[in-house]
């Protein structure tokens, strides 16, 4: 009765409905990072003056790294809450729960801070709105609510109940509006290197680096030299045009090939975040003099469209720049819900929080009470209208669990080497560590730096991101702490990350290989397997029927090591780990020692013309033999 108890408390694992298809899954990525550029572009700009580019350049390592580290980890673990579920398997649970509450506070502040810029877009169509405030009382308490406020909350609340009636309706929402976000974003930079780049005002900022005044709200390090500090400061300014990658990975849950489309969507939201985000800051310095560009904090893309004749004096064309920046805003904020609703259910769903949040509605298979608690917390906030004081935390958070997700990939390339990765971070190198080889991804060990030194800065830098980034941190501990001391579990525990399994594992699959066979077996391994199998290539010299002296038969056996090393080293190049083996003895015997072990998952045997069944040159049927004592694990493969 207990177990059934408890059965029906988890159904989450398997009830989120699989909806999003690849363009969903990349609009997802898209739209998390794509709305950032329209606050951040000016605002890089402002302290970085004319080095903006290469603020945003130093950021990008961070998000180009951690969004291959959630590829590779999102396709292996395709589970819904991200860096939570990879620290947890990775490290433990309580790791686990701070990569996760580090991202809800960066959810819900999203979710409130582009409610509010896509009212303040809304003001170009309704200019009455930026003008315009209404005083609530509430509980005896006078409280003065502006009418963009008002907007935001009522746009959040629309959000929460698109994202209740389910994930599909949410994700076509982010498709329309970023596909109009990457026409016009396209057009812009188009137009404005052809119509309105001046290579001489290029050259003449480029120069420049780094505000050189001093600036009251920075913490700065030391007293000179401001135009080095202010760059730093932009550097950290520049990571916020980078949060919300992680977006594809929380909805792995419900994506309908994560294996496949997680690797194209991560790629292609990076390229597409990158060649707008540098790509507009390059242009930009050719465009508009920084200081200009710097003062438009609300409005950067407006101001330089602005500088393109002919179209930026056209009010239908500001209109369409206005309703872009409303669009994509708008798709941020729906993102920040469904990000946030599925860390929460994810966080629940293994014990992190109380299990009350990981209620599936049985119609719409959506976690309603995370996207109702959460979604009305960021509903208020946007509300309030004034969330300057909570910027800092927005990256000090996010940096911390991106941190985490690329030392989460380099431990489980190590400790989980078992589990089959459909796409992997390309570049890896070898390292030797008391006579144990570690496998180390080399844009998760860069990423890994430049997080951490990017996030050192925003504690150095951001006096109001070091209180409120290291209170959140405090009061999440003490949540943490009273939850799993009311289930009696211990805080480190990594029992409940032991039950995270991926999508598949490897397999160990013994290749049998007549000596004769060696001309299309890489072609007809590579066509009918895919590299979640482990190969181990094996011909046997055999004794049932030839008399041969040991000298003969090690002469044959080296023979065919070399024509055996060289089919591995085919099969290698093309993703697959091989081992090979060449036997003695009786054919059958080692067969049937072979196929029974446990240490092989299949047996496969090439079959092709002239392989027929019965007795071949003298050799037995290998399907025979194998066939005979182990008949679940055979696998013929057709040449």
């Given at each position: 009765m207990g177990s059934s108890e408890e059965a029906k408390t988890q159904p989450a694992r398997a009830a989120l409905k699989r909806d999003i298809g690849w363009f969903g899954s990349f609009s997802m990525g898209y739209a998390d990072v794509g709305a950032d550029i329209y606050v951040a572009l000016g605002l890089v700009a402002a302290y970085a003056?004319?080095?903006?580019?290469?603020?945003?350049?130093?950021?990008?390592?961070?998000?180009i790294a951690t969004g291959l580290a959630y590829a590779e980890l999102a396709t292996a673990y395709p589970y819904a809450g991200g860096a939570q579920v990879y620290s947890m398997k990775a490290i433990n649970d309580f790791a686990g729960f701070l990569a996760g509450w580090l991202v809800m506070l960066d959810y819900t502040v999203c979710t409130a801070l582009f409610a509010i810029a896509t009212t303040g877009y809304l003001t170009f169509f309704f200019p009455i709105l930026a003008h315009t405030s209404f005083v609530v009382t509430i509980l005896g308490f006078h409280?003065?609510?502006?009418?963009?406020?008002?907007?935001?909350?009522?746009?959040?609340?629309?959000?929460?109940?698109?994202?209740?009636?389910?994930?599909?309706?949410?994700?076509?929402?982010?498709?329309?509006?970023?596909?109009?976000?990457?026409?016009?974003?396209?057009?812009?930079?188009?137009?404005?290197?052809?119509?309105?780049?001046?290579?001489?005002?290029?050259?003449s900022q480029i120069v420049i680096r780094g505000l050189p005044e001093e600036v009251g709200h920075i913490s700065y390090l030391w007293s000179a030299d401001y135009g080095n500090q202010n760059f730093l400061y932009a550097v950290t300014l520049a990571m916020s045009s980078f949060i919300g990658i992680e977006s594809i990975a929380q909805a792995a849950e419900e994506t309908k090939r994560p294996d496949r489309i997680i690797p194209r969507a991560t790629k292609m939201s990076i390229v597409s975040v990158l060649v707008f985000a540098v790509g507009l800051s390059f242009i930009s310095l050719g465009m508009i003099p920084w200081e200009s560009l710097g003062a438009s904090l609300s409005d950067p893309v407006s101001a330089l469209v602005q500088t393109i004749p002919i179209f930026g004096q056209s009010v239908y064309f500001l209109a369409i720049i206005a309703f872009t920046g409303f669009a994509i805003c708008l798709v941020s904020s729906n993102t920040g819900i469904i990000g946030v609703s599925r860390v929460v259910f994810s966080m629940s769903n293994f014990d992190l929080l109380p299990k009350w949040f990981s209620k599936i509605n049985p119609k719409t298979r959506t976690?309603?009470?995370?996207?109702?608690?959460?979604?009305?917390?960021?509903?208020?906030?946007?509300?309030?209208?004034?969330?300057?004081?909570?910027?800092?935390?927005?990256?000090?958070?996010?940096?911390?669990?991106?941190?985490?997700?690329?030392?989460?990939?380099?431990?489980l390339r190590h400790t989980d080497r078992e589990t089959y990765r459909s796409w992997r971070v390309p570049f890896s190198f070898k390292l030797n560590v008391r006579g144990i080889q570690y496998e180390i991804p080399l844009p998760s060990f860069l990423g890994m730096i430049a997080c951490s030194s990017i996030w050192i800065l925003v504690v150095l830098y951001h006096p109001m991101g070091r209180l409120l980034g290291f209170s959140w941190m405090s009061i999440g501990i003490i949540i943490y702490t009273l939850h799993r001391r009311h289930i009696d579990k211990p805080l480190l525990s990594r029992d409940i990350g032991a039950t995270i399994k991926p999508m598949t594992y490897k397999m160990n699959a013994l290749v049998l290989l007549r000596p004769e066979e060696k001309e299309e077996v890489c072609e007809s391994i590579s066509n009918s397997l895919d590299a979640r199998f482990r190969l181990t290539l094996m011909s046997i010299i055999s004794t049932d029927k030839w008399d041969l002296s040991l000298e003969k038969a090690d002469e044959y056996r080296r023979l065919l090591e070399s024509d055996l090393e060289k089919v591995a080293s085919s099969l290698e190049s093309s993703g697959y780990d091989t081992k090979l083996s060449v036997q003695l003895g009786s054919l059958r015997r080692i067969v049937a020692e072979k196929a029974t072990s446990e240490e092989y998952d299949f047996i496969i045997v090439l079959r092709g013309k002239g392989f027929k069944k019965g007795k071949r040159n003298g050799f037995e049927d290998m399907i025979s033999l194998v066939s005979a004592v182990a008949p679940g694990k055979l696998m013929v493969v057709r040449r």
């Open positions: 003056a004319g080095w903006a580019p290469i603020a945003f350049i130093i950021a990008s390592i961070t998000y409280m003065s609510v502006n009418a963009i406020g008002v907007i935001a909350f009522v746009i959040v609340l629309s959000l929460i109940c698109i994202n209740i009636v389910g994930i599909k309706e949410a994700s076509n929402l982010n498709i329309a509006m970023v596909a109009l976000n990457i026409g016009v974003l396209s057009m812009i930079i188009i137009l404005g290197l052809f119509m309105a780049f001046n290579l001489g005002l290029f050259d976690p309603v009470r995370t996207i109702i608690v959460f979604g009305s917390i960021g509903a208020l906030m946007a509300l309030i209208g004034h969330l300057d004081w909570v910027a800092d935390l927005y990256n000090f958070g996010a940096l911390l669990s991106y941190l985490m997700v690329n030392i989460s990939l380099i431990i």
